[in-house]
């Protein structure tokens, strides 16, 4: 599926946050999609062209940004690194969510307060996940754990959405970016220790006699341990 021009992203956008708008100032029961096309100066048919029903409204960007994603992951080499390319794709993703500020702050208060727009914010974070999930487990190495793709997959989720979230939260106040790159550091931690294990302590097993002397030993040698840093 192609790009949508420049002019068509602009009337789905301007739909959308109008009806963010109304919801916020009428709440979102009471608001029709009607009234959405109207204050929009759209019709209703323009209004269902964009979007497949009411509760898609806040959602202008997500199916463009699942797109680009897949596009991304796709050109991966087969050389670079699934991860990398994760979280390359992941970045791309906060980078566009913070070039629509207004969107994201009044989507942010919505979803807080219809749990039926809060439960579709969750099932389009779980179209993300299938994805990058679905594209580890064809990158990864052959003998990696089952559980690594999905794993990932979810734990880079939670990372862009906290990264996000909180600067939803804060309308504008956090370093999203910052906060998402010390999260994907943190993978890239765990990723290369899934890689290169640290080896297992050898522990040393002895039968010594059961005697006061023995006893004061052991203990000191307890306390010693438990003071260490």
């Known amino acids: 599926m192609s790009e949508p021009t420049r002019e068509s992203k602009d009337t789905k956008y301007r739909i959308a946050e109008t009806a963010m708008a109304l919801f916020l100032e009428q709440g979102y029961e009471t608001v029709t999609v009607e009234a959405v096309a109207e204050a929009s100066e759209v019709s209703r048919r323009t209004v269902f062209r964009y979007f497949g029903g009411k509760d898609e409204l806040p959602f202008p960007d997500h199916s463009g940004r699942l797109r680009r994603l897949e596009s991304h992951l796709n050109a991966a080499g087969p050389d670079e690194d699934p991860v990398e390319a994760v979280i390359g794709g992941t970045e791309a993703s906060l980078r566009?969510?913070?070039?629509h500020p207004q969107l994201v702050f009044r989507r942010y208060r919505l979803t807080r307060r219809v749990p039926e727009l809060r439960n579709r914010e969750i099932v389009e974070?779980?179209?993300?996940v299938a994805m990058t999930s679905a594209?580890?487990?064809?990158?990864?190495?052959?003998?990696?754990?089952?559980?690594?793709?999905?794993?990932l997959a979810a734990l880079i989720d939670a990372m862009h959405r906290s990264a996000l979230g909180g600067w939803a939260r804060s309308e504008g106040a956090t370093d999203a970016m910052a906060e998402l790159q010390a999260g994907m550091a943190w993978v890239r931690g765990l990723t290369s220790e899934f890689a290169h294990p640290s080896p297992v302590r050898q522990m040393l097993l002895a039968t010594l006699p059961d005697t006061p002397e023995v006893r004061r030993t052991l203990t000191a040698l307890r306390d010693s341990a438990t003071e260490l840093p």
Request: aromatic share 16%; hydrophobic share 40%; charged share 25%.
């Open 96 to 99: 566009d969510f913070l070039q």
């Open 125 to 128: 974070h779980e179209r993300y």
């Open 135 to 151: 594209f580890l487990r064809g990158r990864l190495a052959p003998d990696a754990p089952g559980f690594q793709a999905m794993g």
